[in-house]
């Protein structure tokens, strides 16, 4: 199971670097993704990334995330700069299985992290 952390209290325009901690190896798993679920809305995708190092994000936090992974680590990170008020939310990490280019998680959801950010 993937289990999300770091997430805190920060102004608008600062940063917060997620991490996403696996209990086993996270290398044969092709592609990753962080995940959120703002009040109120329906959990969305917002980055992936694969064992190649392929990433995708969604257009509202494109030029401000990176994802990254370290398989070695057994981690995947986002970092996550520019912060504005619309990104406040739980923060997930899973597993993704892409079905023709439709991405879905692959495994039960995990504990997630709260990211809260103030005007």
């Known amino acids: 199971q993937l289990q999300a952390y770091g997430g805190g209290l920060v102004q608008a325009g600062g940063s917060l670097r997620l991490s996403c901690a696996a209990s086993g190896s996270i290398s044969s798993i092709n592609m990753m993704g962080w995940y959120r679920q703002g009040p109120g809305k329906q959990r969305e995708l917002v980055a992936t990334?694969?064992?190649?190092?392929?990433?995708n994000y969604a257009d509202s936090v494109l030029g401000r995330f990176t994802i990254s992974r370290d398989n070695a680590k057994n981690t995947m990170y986002l970092q996550m700069n520019s912060l504005k008020p619309e990104d406040t939310a739980v923060y997930y990490c899973n597993a993704v299985i892409d079905r023709s280019g439709r991405y879905y998680p692959a495994s039960s959801w995990g504990q997630g992290t709260l990211v809260t950010v103030s005007s």
């Open positions: 990334i694969t064992t190649g190092g392929r990433t």
